[in-house]
Nanobody, 123 residues
Framework: VQLQASGGGLVQAGGSLRLSCAAS????????MGWFRQAPGKERELVAA????????YYADSVKGRFSISRDNAKNTEYLQMNSLKPEDTAVYYC?????????????????WGQGTQVTVSS
């Protein structure tokens, strides 16, 4: 599976960005996807993922109500809509394939990572 993340950039606080993750190499509808982020000097953390078996979506507390994960199977693409951005959202954002569809917060439960896209939020 190859993942290509895009859509990052520089935005002012309060602004919005939509990240995209284009997948190839496997039937996209069969993939469970998640979005992580890693700020300088910090651990990579799960931002959003879908708990496929429960039909629920996980969001980190810090992004609840502001970020939304979605997908377009026809375009083989997963999205992360980010609204009301804050300077603390500044990080490199990665998409990854969730091996089990459980929205685990453990990085080892994900394989096939995208290359990352930089999001910088200015105050």
């Amino acid at each position: 599976v190859q993942l290509q993340a895009s859509g990052g950039g520089l935005v002012q606080a309060g602004g919005s960005l939509r990240l995209s993750c284009a997948a190839s190499g496997r039937t996209f509808s069969s993939l469970n996807m998640g979005w992580f982020r890693q700020a300088p000097g910090k651990e990579r953390e799960l931002v959003a993922a879908v708990r496929k078996t429960l039909g629920r979506t996980y969001y980190a507390d810090s992004v609840k109500g502001r970020f939304s994960i979605s997908r377009d199977n026809a375009k083989n693409t997963e999205y992360l809509q980010m609204n009301s951005l804050k300077p603390e959202d500044t990080a490199v954002y990665y998409c990854a394939v969730d091996k089990y569809g459980l929205a685990s917060t453990t990085k080892d439960d994900y394989d096939y990572w995208g290359q990352g896209t930089q999001v910088t939020v200015s105050s």
